[in-house]
């Protein structure tokens, strides 16, 4: 009973004092770890740690040194708001920028990596930090100012949560009011509220420029870029399973057709000359004015003038294959036609009645002889490319990273654009000995060092390093087969986001590229932690931290601990509307990658989960050797190597 009120007992500290150091639990939350061995990382926030995070040990000494750090960083952006914000039920929110800047909303909080740190808050035993702060962005006074994604975080935060409670069904309701109303101010580009952003209705997606994403000078530049379209799947996707959470089903039923339009809009986005999905750059010319051709059916909507379907992809020398072709009665004889197979999505219907149906449209044709009408069926789910399509050709980890981060593409499909991650480990790509680039070393665009604010030509941002791992944990774990998609690459790229914590990348002066001595920047160091630091971003070709390193000092505008949870730790727990709640660990390493790890003290649900591996045995009693589950105290499955478990909580 006692292990049950974590969460609710240090939730009622919190609202009573809003205070961010809070008393003890009488019950501790850590079956296998002693706190009195990790305070030594703590330093002065080992009160608050103990009472909201869990611990974490490992053989290996940098990602336990990141792993406290990153912790401490998160906690100092956790800021107690005035009067009116606890009159808004929001007494505390999360900020990205340690020192105040111009452009952020109320309480210097940006939109921008709210979805990162939710991502990341999720796993605080107090849940009052993030139910206050996903309510603060449903909250009429907060600035939106980017695409962001707080609907599939929240989605994340309930698979540790849950939602079974009154309490959490009431900030549910709430959340999903206004993040389906916001969504339909994104979708038409009235949002983001500070740049430039429509849709385009020739090329039937979003443009938007880079700055709308937080990706201010990118090689792509603006047009319709792969990481907005990847993002409005993932908030639909999300808030479907949200409001299938809270009952209603019409919600449910609107947001799940929804997500298909737009995953059928990342498709359209692929580009076979780089085997990688890739920005639109500019809109495609319309057709000239068409003859009188009848209004669009029920059910359907205009798609094309004066064109046609190729019902193949490619459509080759011209040659095209159709469901079905010849002369229709009338318009509504070949829409019945359509109607009637149910792999038709689209028919061409010329003045003189002559019929096409089709399935696809990978491309089109112009139609000879009369003039012609292409209809398309409502939120049709098939891929489609339009003629002459003006891609940026430039491979950026944001265009990578994205489709496979908020799931667009399923694993019957993994095979089809799995090449696509071959450039995160080509040294000419966006692999570099330090880090993932966010942009290829082969473009003539790249640059590597960018004195000031903001390059997304190259250099290391954690924002879309934090992405691609995390997207490669839920590849691994849903058993993806994607070759270069492995537990092997994935703790190479994680080994070299950690090294980016530890001291072992230079901080340079942003306007002269020159190493600023520590101690002009000691103040801003951690105790206990060293010269551990985390900026905006920097060169991962000399690992350098160049680009605001100053304004950017403790910066959280990515995630870090949530991938040593869910990808090194492995858990990965799965809550459903109706109220199942599981708990899976499967680690994303292979076991020679290190010899122990332990986690302890994560609340899920109401229980608290240790996880142990340990591949000689002994280190931590009473787990033994392997991989060990453990739920409040007690072993509920292990296995001696380390492979996927599951319980049900």
Request: hydrophobic residues 35%.
């Amino acid at each position: 009973a006692a292990l049950t009120s974590v969460r609710t007992e240090v939730a009622v500290l919190i609202v009573c004092c809003f205070s961010l150091s809070v008393l003890s639990s009488p019950s501790s939350p850590y079956f296998i770890l002693s706190p009195a061995n990790f305070t030594q990382f703590l330093g002065n926030d080992s009160e608050w740690a103990l009472n909201n995070i869990p611990l974490f040990d490992s053989s290996n000494s940098d990602l336990v040194r990141a792993y406290y750090f990153r912790w401490r960083v998160y906690k100092s952006h956790i800021h107690q708001t005035d009067t009116k914000g606890q009159e808004q039920g929001v007494p505390f929110v999360v900020t990205e920028f340690s020192p105040n800047v111009p452009w952020a909303g109320e309480y210097n909080t940006i939109n921008c990596a709210a979805g990162h740190h939710v991502m990341e808050g999720r796993w605080l035993r107090n849940s009052t930090y993030m139910n206050s702060y996903t309510k603060w962005w449903s909250t009429p006074t907060s600035r939106k100012n980017y695409y962001y994604w707080i609907s599939h975080a929240v989605r994340k935060q309930i698979d540790i949560t849950g939602a079974t409670s009154p309490e959490v069904q009431l900030l549910l309701k709430e959340l999903v009011a206004t993040y389906s109303s916001d969504f339909d101010l994104y979708a038409n580009g009235t949002y983001p509220s500070n740049h430039a952003s429509r849709f385009d209705t020739d090329n039937n997606c979003l443009w938007n420029q880079p700055g709308n994403e937080g990706q201010e000078n990118s090689i792509s530049g603006p047009g319709c870029r792969p990481l907005v379209q990847s993002l409005m799947y993932g908030e639909a996707a999300a808030l479907a399973e949200l409001c299938a959470m809270i009952g209603d089903t019409s919600c449910a039923d609107k947001f799940n057709a929804t997500k298909e339009v737009w995953r059928s809009r990342v498709f359209a986005q692929w580009n076979a000359n780089i085997t990688g999905f890739d920005t639109i750059r500019t809109a495609v010319p319309p057709p000239p004015p068409p003859s009188p051709l009848p209004p669009s059916p029920p059910g359907y909507h205009e798609f094309n003038k004066d064109k046609f379907c190729c019902d193949q992809a490619p459509c080759v020398h011209g040659q095209s294959k159709f469901l079905w072709e010849g002369k229709a009665k009338s318009v509504m004889d070949c829409t019945s036609r359509c109607n009637n197979n149910t792999l038709c999505h689209y028919f061409t219907v010329s003045s003189g009645l002559w019929c096409q149906i089709a399935q696809f449209c990978n491309t089109t044709n112009p139609f000879a002889g009369d003039a012609a009408i292409t209809f398309e069926k409502n939120e049709s789910i098939y891929t489609r490319a339009k003629d002459n399509i003006n891609f940026a050709n430039v491979r950026e980890l944001a265009s990578l990273s994205s489709p496979w981060y908020f799931g667009v593409i399923s694993q019957d499909r993994a095979e089809q654009y799995g090449a696509s991650w071959n450039t995160a480990f080509d040294a000419n790509g966006l692999s570099s000995v330090n880090g993932l680039r966010t942009a290829e070393a082969r473009h003539p665009g790249y640059r590597c060092a960018s004195m000031g604010c903001c390059h997304w030509d190259g250099p290391m941002w954690p924002f879309e390093t934090a992405k691609a791992l995390t997207a490669m944990i839920q590849m691994i774990q849903s058993g993806y087969t994607v070759p270069n998609v492995t537990k092997s690459n994935f703790w190479t790229l994680m080994s070299q986001y950690t090294k980016t914590h530890t001291g072992s990348w230079i901080i340079a002066d942003e306007r002269t590229g020159k190493p600023i001595n520590n101690s002009l920047i000691a103040k801003y160091f951690l105790s206990g932690l060293g010269d551990s630091w985390i900026a905006e971003a920097g060169c991962a070709d000399d690992a350098t931290w160049t680009d605001n390193a100053l304004q950017g000092y403790l910066y959280l505008h990515s995630s870090y601990c949530d991938i040593v949870i869910s990808g090194v730790a492995g858990l990965a727990p799965f809550y459903s509307a109706d109220g199942t709640h599981t708990l899976i660990v499967n680690p994303t390493i292979s076991q020679n990658q290190l010899d122990y790890f332990a986690i302890d003290g994560v609340l899920i649900g109401s229980s608290i989960v240790s996880v142990t591996w340990d591949s000689v045995g002994g280190r931590y009693k009473p787990a033994g050797k392997g991989l060990s589950v453990f739920v409040n105290g007690t072993m509920v499955t292990s296995s001696p190597t380390m492979q996927r478990l599951s319980w049900k909580l």
